[in-house]
């Protein structure tokens, strides 16, 4: 079989399988796609054509986004970096032969294979969690059940009581976004709704510092949710929740956001896991009885144990990627070092957020807008842009005098077109330059780099007093982002694509 990239034929040596559309795999598969690597051929094996980002689901629960807002579409991102998607369910590996077992499909080989499936409430611990109630994870399913609840409220409303079970991040933001959604949803009667919130801690959030646990103490309190700290749910039944002093508590809707659970054919396919069904890995994300298989995300037990969340997930993505190239290449691998701690941006319901980190506080709207546009660059980077020209209003006049001049080197902010390999936007300048065939694939949010960026490539255009291409000097006027200009020219070239 052969394979087909940038206009030449190369055969297939390789097979690298990603089981998985995770945070760290999609980071994964834009790093093959930006530096394809002959003879490898990268599938994606996922049971999911949307991968939803985490960050945005309370976000979307409460109705501040819309479905495509907060789903990287694993289709079109394959398509725009030259992998192949499978959906599929997988049941097991059978590491003798090197295949990986798929729910009503033929089984494929694979060379190398990487985990990145996440992680979901481990309801087994609970007699009755699966068959009452929703978990929060798979979220398709979660959001499938909650429209469908939203749209009979809205419909017909009636006295609805929620309970949720877990005292964690995931449960309070879920709590706050449920209430927030059904006091705004138009129809519904909010007075009808009450929500409960179960956790077996002693106290909310532990992991995070007193002011942030008072502050959300007053929130929940001031959106109508009963906290119930210290009670450990036994078991469910369709009535509701039984504690474990034998006390219970009455609920219509049952929502699970406890701690996290491990998929079981890892263990079932004897990869070496820890007691929780979790893939033990090294320092590499390599597993430590199947040197050809990596583990990645909520899935991976590392050396150090680390929280499952989805910081860790992303952050790790491009070590993984590095160390999956190097691998094919018979490098050694690179050690993945996680932070030892992060910042939090906790959603409140409303548009509103909290930000979180060792004794840092803070809160407001102001961080509501910090964390909304965090996430929204996320997605914007996994999102192939349309091929069609897109000029900026504010560059219209630009675009007018390139189109007179008819110029070979046209200007940078005129035009922009779709690069093949990641789905981002770049210069037609960068893009036709004989020195590289690829985009500039920096953020794009500095003027002054991208005008450098052409300014390096092109020294025939026709240039002002100040040494500057008119094209670039008509569109930028501070003489400070022209000095940057003049000192980037200054420097040794790099290339468009340092990585």
């Keep these: 079989m052969n394979h087909l990239h940038a206009g030449t034929i190369e055969p297939i040596r390789h097979e690298l399988l990603l089981i998985g559309g995770g945070h760290s795999h999609v980071a994964v598969i834009r790093h093959f796609g930006m530096h394809p690597l002959p003879g490898l051929r990268v599938t994606v094996l996922s049971r999911d054509v949307h991968t939803p980002y985490s960050g945005m689901l309370p976000g979307l629960i409460a109705g501040h986004y819309e479905f495509d807002d907060c789903h990287i579409d694993l289709r079109a991102l394959c398509q725009a970096n030259g992998a192949s998607l499978i959906q599929g369910t997988v049941i097991g590996i059978d590491r003798e032969r090197q295949q990986v077992l798929l729910e009503d499909r033929p089984a494929l080989r694979y060379d190398w294979v990487s985990v990145n499936i996440g992680s979901r409430p481990a309801l087994h611990t609970i007699p009755g969690a699966g068959e009452h109630g929703i978990a929060v994870k798979p979220i398709d399913r979660f959001l499938a059940h909650w429209h469908a609840v939203t749209g009979e409220l809205a419909h017909q409303p009636r006295a609805c009581r929620i309970a949720i079970v877990g005292g964690g991040a995931a449960g309070i933001e879920v709590a706050l976004a449920c209430m927030h959604r059904l006091r705004t949803l138009p129809g519904a009667n909010a007075a009808l709704v ?245 985009c500039c694939c920096r953020p794009r949010g500095s003027n002054w780099y991208r005008a450098s960026i052409i300014f390096a490539l092109s020294s025939t255009t026709p240039t002002c007093s100040d040494g500057l291409p008119r094209c670039i000097a008509s569109a930028i006027s501070t003489p400070w982002v022209r000095a940057r200009i003049r000192h980037w020219r200054s420097q040794p070239f790099r290339g468009p694509c340092p990585q």
């Design 194 to 438: 009450s929500c409960d919130l179960v956790c077996a801690a002693p106290r909310l959030l532990e992991s995070h510092n007193a002011r942030v646990r008072a502050f959300f103490d007053k929130r929940l309190a001031a959106a109508g949710i009963k906290v119930h700290c210290a009670h450990r749910v036994i078991e469910a039944d369709d009535r509701g929740l039984v504690l474990g002093d034998g006390a219970r508590i009455a609920a219509d809707l049952i929502i699970w956001a406890i701690h996290a659970g491990a998929a079981s054919w890892p263990r079932d396919s004897g990869i070496a896991c820890d007691q929780e069904g979790f893939i033990r890995v090294d320092q590499s994300l390599r597993s430590v009885n199947e040197p050809r298989l990596f583990a990645v995300g909520d899935i991976a037990a590392l050396p150090l144990p680390v929280a499952k969340s989805g910081v860790y997930a992303v952050r790790a993505g491009m070590i993984l990627a590095g160390n999956l190239r190097r691998a094919v290449l018979g490098k050694p691998l690179r050690v993945y070092r996680p932070q030892t701690g992060f910042l939090s941006l906790l959603t409140t319901g409303e548009r509103h957020a909290v930000a979180s980190r060792g004794r840092l506080f803070a809160a407001g709207r102001w961080v509501w807008r910090w964390k909304n546009h965090i996430d929204r660059a996320f997605m914007a980077r996994y999102r192939p842009q349309p091929a069609a020209p897109t000029p900026r209003a504010k560059n219209r006049q630009c675009v007018a005098a390139a189109a007179r001049r008819k110029s070979a080197a046209k200007c940078w902010a005129a035009c922009l077109r779709m690069c093949t390999r990641c789905g981002a936007r770049a210069s037609c300048t960068a893009w036709q330059a004989p020195r590289t065939r690829q």
